[in-house]
């Protein structure tokens, strides 16, 4: 799916603010760049939270289209500093080859869009995508309006991107402890 529409530009680039209650606490970057036949997708984000504590979140969704096909994507995710996911996966034959830490486990499942895409990529039909951060297949919905996504988490939350122009412009983000928003740079 990336693939098909990957290749109408070599090189963007999307700037967000992250916004929680009304201040702006961070930001997001998300590049897509184009070699060929294959798609280079990062995206890159910063936040800092005050709450009884402070903290610090940092975050790195990477993935490798080649032929429309995830070749390789990881993510590191981190909270103050911590490893809170450090995933990566390596196409292999006919599977991936998923490494979380020690742990290396098998997908025997093609992915043609995964998180790294939802900024890019307006995700029209898709019912699932592969999460890098929960290491599966997760359902997408329709939203309540046209252009709008909810993507339903395993651990019961669920955020809801909205896209303009095929790209996503603004995404509530819910977590365990509180809700903020993406908002696309003019």
Not at 1 to 21: G, H, K
Not at 79 to 94: L, P, Y
Not at 111 to 121: G, N
């Amino acid at each position: 799916m990336c693939l098909s529409v990957c290749l109408q530009a070599s090189a963007q680039e999307l700037r967000y603010d992250i916004i929680r209650n009304g201040k702006v606490i961070g930001w997001l970057v998300s590049r897509k760049s184009v070699h060929g036949k294959s798609v280079e997708l990062a995206t890159e984000s910063a936040a800092t939270v005050e709450m009884l504590l402070t903290l610090k979140f940092n975050a790195m969704v990477r993935g490798t289209f080649s032929d429309g096909l995830l070749t390789e994507g990881s993510i590191l995710r981190r909270v103050n500093g911590q490893d809170k996911a450090n995933n990566r996966f390596v196409w292999e034959n006919d599977h991936y080859v998923m490494q979380n830490g020690k742990s290396r486990t098998e997908l025997r499942a093609r992915i043609s869009y995964s998180t790294a895409c939802l900024m890019f990529y307006e995700p029209v039909k898709l019912t699932r995508i592969f999460s890098e951060n929960f290491e599966q297949f997760i359902p997408i919905n329709p939203g309540p309006r046209p252009h709008e996504y909810i993507l339903h988490l395993p651990d019961g939350n669920a955020n809801l991107y909205s896209y303009g122009n095929g790209i996503c412009t603004a995404a509530e983000i819910n977590t365990t402890f509180s809700t903020a928003y993406f908002r696309l740079r003019k």
